[in-house]
């Protein structure tokens, strides 16, 4: 019988949906790009215009015509970092408390992200 391997949860992803990241490694290395959608539990993130996959789709009232669709899969996260804007380089987010809550703020330059 097979056992579901469960991951531990409430790992610290330091990149959230929205961000702009910068890919390290594989086909797509250099490309900067926005992140669609962050998968904390499997530590997965979703970049646009990066890691293209064919989905084979079945004919739904929406897409009648079915067939294959070529959209954006996911990457590991250990394949991005944090691309800060203002600098123009790679960071890291570091997260700083100030009274109650915690504020994401760049390492190198320390503003707010």
Not at 8 to 30: A, E, Q
Not at 34 to 45: D, G, I, S, W
Not at 75 to 102: E, P
Request: hydrophobic share 30%.
């Amino acid at each position: 019988m097979l056992k579901k391997i469960d991951k531990k949860v409430g790992n610290k992803m330091r990149i959230k949906k929205g961000d702009t990241v910068v890919v390290l490694s594989g086909k797509y290395k250099g490309v900067k790009g926005k992140v669609l959608k962050a998968f904390p539990k499997t530590e997965r993130v979703i970049v646009e215009k990066v890691n293209f996959v064919k989905k084979h789709t079945r004919p739904t009232q929406q897409n009648p015509q079915g067939g294959i669709v070529e959209r954006e899969g996911s990457i590991h996260v250990s394949n991005v970092k944090l691309f800060n804007d203002k600098i123009g380089q790679v960071t890291k987010a570091v997260y700083k408390v100030v009274g109650d809550s915690r504020i994401r703020t760049c390492k190198k330059t320390g503003d707010e992200i």
